[in-house]
């Protein structure tokens, strides 16, 4: 079974459109912990065979989006 989800994974951004991709990964890991280095995902293969997987960051890929009041604080 896991070799079965390796192989989709593999042509994952191939195969599906982006919001079929979000559903597969919430119904495979429907909790997650996100940090600012890691993303901790955990699920459960059949058989209830825990599964947790840890996903690194890259600190140049994060974007970060400020928004200002437009308020002068001088």
Avoid at 9 to 30: I, S, Y
């Amino acid at each position: 079974m896991v070799i079965q989800y390796l192989a989709v994974a593999e042509r994952f951004e191939d195969l599906l459109e982006k919001d079929e991709q979000m559903d597969l990964l919430a119904n495979l890991f429907p909790r997650s912990l996100v940090y600012a280095d890691v993303i901790i995902m955990t699920g459960s293969l059949p058989g209830n065979i825990p599964l947790e997987i840890w996903v690194p960051v890259e600190k140049e890929l994060i974007q970060v989006k400020v928004k200002t009041t437009g308020i002068n604080s001088s």
